[in-house]
Structures are given as structure tokens and as C-alpha cells.
């Protein structure tokens, strides 16, 4: 059983989004299980799907090395088209969730630009719908797009840098944008202005069974 699940709709999102947050859950002694949707092969366009699969997946194996996730699962739906796979991605997810039941679960919040990271949170709704299952609380979190407002702050200081070595595991992607730079201004501009401390990760709450889009 974990703790706390993670939806990654592609490897690294995991880091970006709530990096901070999985090592205060881990110093806190508790699991963490990542699913990742998708393996993020349109991030490296010039392989084959397998071979971008094979890369960006050990990226993201090194990356749950130094956040300290035990447990992950890969799904292989294919990327920019989860949209179009909510269904099967939410009866695969649902078993996880039965075994593992979470009391915390993250993923992106709904109003993020990737349409991937759109999807996410009808996934979960969807897998959540059976009713024996556990209601965990949702926290959507920030990739691409800021959130206008959020009603979870984390102080994320003590494990800034922690989280930003997970980051810049996934050097295939560093290569074509920065997100160790962005996440890093964005993580101290929400120290300073929500928790008046050097670095925080600002969450969304979501309801089980919610709107997903608005």
C-alpha cells in the first residue's frame, strides 16, 4: 500500500509538479507509488517510440531515486492522446488505486495548457467512480501553467535542491527546455508571495467528482 499516489501523464511531470511535496512525504516516513501514463516519446521525436521509451524511462527511474519513490508503474498510452483513452486509462488505474489506496493523490490541475495534463484528472475521476473504493483528497499541481488559485501551500525550502536534482535527470528534455530554471523561479515566487519562505509548490484541490474542466 502507499501512502500518496502521483499521475505523471509523462515522465518528469512528476518532479516538476510535486517533487518538493514526495520528499516531505518521504522524510515523513510515507510511500509514494508515480504512475506514468504516457512515457513522453513526442518529447524525443527523432528515436523510435521503444527507444524513447527506454530513455525517458530510466530518466525517470533516476529521478525516483533521489525523490525516494520505491514503486511506479508505466502505462504506455500514447502521448497528446490521453484525451482520447480515458476510458482505459482509468480501468487500469482503478486496480492500482484499490491496491494501493492512497490517502493523498496528485496530479495536474485541470486548467494546465498539455491537453495530456487536461486529461488527468477525468482519469482519476473516472477510476474513482467505484463506490468501494476510498475518496483520497486530490491536489492538482503546476507544470506549464500557473494556477489563478490554489488552496494548498507547501514549504518545499528544506528540499529545493532535492527536488531539482530530480529535475535535471531528465536531460533529454533539459536540452530543449529549461524546467530546472522555470520551476525554480516559479517555486520561489510562490515562497515569497504564499508562504513567505524560499521555496513553496502551490496545489488545487479537486473534488472527486467535480467538473473536470469547468
Same mark, same amino acid.
Given at each position: 500500500? !502507499? ?8 515522465? /518528469?511531470? @512528476? ?6 511535496? +514526495? ?15 504516457? &512515457? ?10 521503444? @527507444? ?16 525516494? +519513490?520505491? &514503486? ?18 482509468? !480501468? ?6 484499490? %491496491?494501493? &489506496? ?13 491537453? /495530456? ?8 475521476? !473516472? ?6 473504493? %476510498? ?6 499541481? @503546476? ?37 530546472? $530554471?522555470?520551476? %525554480?523561479?516559479?517555486?520561489?515566487? $510562490?515562497?515569497?508571495?504564499?508562504? %513567505? ?7 488545487? &484541490?479537486?473534488?472527486? @467528482? ?5
Amino acid at each position: 500500500m !502507499a501512502d500518496v499516489m502521483v499521475i505523471a501523464p509523462h515522465p /518528469d511531470d @512528476e518532479s516538476i509538479g510535486c517533487g518538493g511535496a +514526495i520528499c516531505l512525504h518521504r522524510r515523513k516516513g510515507q510511500s509514494v507509488h508515480v504512475v506514468f501514463l504516457t &512515457s513522453g516519446e513526442l518529447g524525443l521525436k527523432h528515436l523510435s517510440r521503444e @527507444e524513447a521509451w527506454r530513455v525517458r524511462e530510466a530518466e525517470a527511474e533516476q529521478a525516483a531515486e533521489v525523490l525516494g +519513490i520505491m &514503486s511506479w508503474t508505466f502505462f504506455h498510452l500514447p502521448d497528446w492522446s490521453l484525451s482520447d483513452r480515458v476510458a482505459e486509462a482509468a !480501468a487500469r488505474l482503478q486496480p492500482i488505486l484499490s %491496491r494501493e &489506496s492512497p490517502q493523498i493523490v496528485y496530479l495536474p490541475h485541470p486548467r494546465e495548457w498539455h491537453p /495530456d495534463h487536461k486529461a488527468a484528472l477525468p482519469i482519476v475521476q !473516472a477510476a474513482l467512480s467505484d463506490v468501494s473504493l %476510498r475518496s483520497p483528497s486530490l491536489r492538482g499541481y @503546476e507544470v506549464w501553467t500557473p494556477l489563478a488559485e490554489y488552496d494548498w501551500v507547501e514549504d518545499v525550502t528544506p528540499v529545493m535542491a532535492q527536488k531539482l536534482r530530480s529535475v535535471r535527470c531528465y536531460r533529454s528534455q533539459l536540452s530543449q527546455f529549461r524546467y530546472d $530554471r522555470a520551476i %525554480r523561479g516559479l517555486n520561489c515566487y $510562490r515562497g515569497i508571495l504564499a508562504a %513567505r519562505c524560499g521555496y513553496a509548490e502551490v496545489f488545487q &484541490s479537486a473534488a472527486r @467528482e467535480s467538473s473536470p474542466i469547468g
